[in-house]
């Protein structure tokens, strides 16, 4: 052997390999894109519905497509201690951005100097909001690609404020995007790691 | 120090190195239970690039050496074998670390 185990890496390419199915991908794509529609159909429930099924049918799908297929494991007690301190960050991460997006909010009832100033950004705050939860996530979870969404979120939203697009823009673009790396690593996982079947027992 | 004993401490060294872990595809395997707490078959499988076959007798191997504990459970009726280091697995891995790295060192040296 020439140079040492790097258990640390084998820790975390295994522990990443259950990030790589697409499948949050997927959902998430699929929540910008119901977005999109619920803004050109002026159908605002369509926007609203697809985040709390996607909450709902994540974990279902994990345990259908990604444990077959990648199997079983029961990660270090120090792992699962930075899992739940992620958890908390990303909870705290999360009121904090209601916070702002009450304050965004707010901006339209009134015409302080600040108000005024929020309101001429348009919906940028809104896409600055969601491109720093995209950040976050890769940051936390260590998920390189999510860094890639950050900033064609940010991108999108300037881009389409500052050409005057119209605002579904802002959320087909990004969506699109996520969708496609979602489908292309989901796809990946089906046809690299066939399922194996359930009645199969190994025998060590 | 006389090259007759540095080559003495080198063999020795040498010789500390645990046959059961010291190859390839037993010590991939240890590795991957070393960094868990426990995983199953597909876990091993996908990670180690192992075949079934190859991955189930190098297992048994293990398992008779006292390294590893295959337990075989029924999750929601889905038949599921668990695999876990075992403490004496567990030191057997960090010490077969330590000698390589002596070994490592000690060699390293003569360029």
Known sequence: MSQEVDLTKVERKAYLAYHQDGIYDLLVGLCFLSAALGVVSEVIAAGAIAPVLAILVAPALKKAVTLPR????????Q????????????VALLSVTALLGMVVFSAYSGDAAWQLWIRNLGIIPFGFVLAVVAFALGLLYDIRRCYLYAVVI???FIVGHVLELRLWFQFAVP????????????????TRYPKVPAGEIHEA | MKPEDKAQRDGQAAAGIDRIIHEPARLLILTHLYV??????VFLERQTGLTRG???????????????????KFVERVPRTVLRLTDNGREAFSAYRDTIRAVLSTKGKQG
């Not at chain 1, 792992?79 to 990303?90: A, D, F, S, V």
């Not at chain 1, 699109?176 to 990946?188: A, D, E, H, N």
């Not at chain 2, 868990?36 to 078959?41: I, K, L, M, N, R």
């Open chain 1, 70 to 77: 990648l199997g079983y494991v029961k990660f270090s007690p």
């Open chain 1, 79 to 90: 792992r699962e201690q930075k899992e739940r301190m992620n958890m908390t960050y990303l």
């Open chain 1, 154 to 156: 940010i991108a999108t």
């Open chain 1, 175 to 190: 969506g699109l995007v996520i969708l496609v790396v979602g489908l292309v690593l989901f796809i990946r996982l089906i």
């Open chain 2, 36 to 41: 868990v707490t426990e995983a199953d078959f």
């Open chain 2, 54 to 72: 190859n991955l189930s007798s190098h297992l048994s191997r293990l398992e008779e050496g006292g390294y590893v504990t295959v337990a075989k």
